[in-house]
């Protein structure tokens, strides 16, 4: 059975930085793009970041250009988000998926999704 599991998540004062991780269990992410999505409360899922599966295509959301980068290592079927310069509004649930087909920058083109990690940015 996949699986994702997010970690890494928790609080942080704004300026601060964290590293989310998206592990994968029961099925391989090769040649597949993975990306991070964000949900804040009252809020619809937001397009954080993706990456495709030789790393050579990132994509990310115009909220987090120059502050967020994404990597994966596909030898530990992991993928990372970096996330720096943190603000309030960076507050949400994150989560993890797996690209099936379409734009990556719609969560309906996404099948297999993650719990989700909290991240809350708060002085």
């Known amino acids: 059975q996949l699986q994702f599991v997010e970690s890494g998540g928790g609080l942080v004062q704004p300026g601060g930085s964290l590293r989310l991780s998206c592990a994968a269990s029961g099925i391989t992410l090769d040649y597949y793009i993975i990306g991070w999505f964000r949900q804040a409360p009252g809020k619809e899922h937001e397009f954080v970041a993706g990456?495709?599966?030789?790393?050579?295509?990132?994509y990310y959301g115009d909220s987090v250009k120059g502050r967020f980068t994404i990597s994966r290592d596909n030898a530990k079927n992991t993928v990372y988000l970096q996330m720096n310069s943190l603000q309030p509004e960076d507050t949400a649930v994150y989560y993890c998926?797996?690209?099936?087909?379409?734009?990556?920058?719609?969560?309906?083109?996404?099948?297999?999704w993650g719990q989700g990690t909290q991240v809350t940015v708060s002085s």
């Open positions: 998926a797996r690209l099936r087909g379409g734009s990556y920058y719609y969560e309906k083109s996404y099948d297999y």
């Open positions: 990456i495709s599966w030789s790393s050579s295509n990132r």
